[in-house]
């Protein structure tokens, strides 16, 4: 299953000329979660699970694998296995990220 990235569905969906509104990359007092998968099929992390986000997003250093352009931006379809089922998500790298993966809530747009 491919995760798009709600952050550029919605920017794709705007008028010409009209402003987007802010991105929300965290909230302060929401109540964190985790789950472990593997990612890219070799790496095994703890994913934090964060209502709070509208995007999902990695640790600048968790993803030196390559595929980020010398500018930060969007790492697509990465997998993400939970047990038996993978996900192919779209991950923005941060620089200096307290986490390896933060997964945001899709439904806040």
Known sequence: ??????????????????????????KESH???SINGLVDNKEDVEGIIDPGSQIISMSEEFSANGEVRPVLGLVRN??????????YLQIHVIRQA?????????STF
């Open 1 to 26: 299953m491919v995760v798009p990235d709600p952050y550029e569905t919605y920017l794709h969906g705007l008028k010409p000329g009209e402003t987007p509104e802010v991105l929300t990359v965290a």
């Open 98 to 106: 307290a986490y390896d993966i933060l997964l945001g809530d899709h």
């Open 78 to 87: 990465v997998p993400f296995q939970v047990f038996d089922i993978v996900l």
């Open 31 to 33: 109540a964190l979660r």
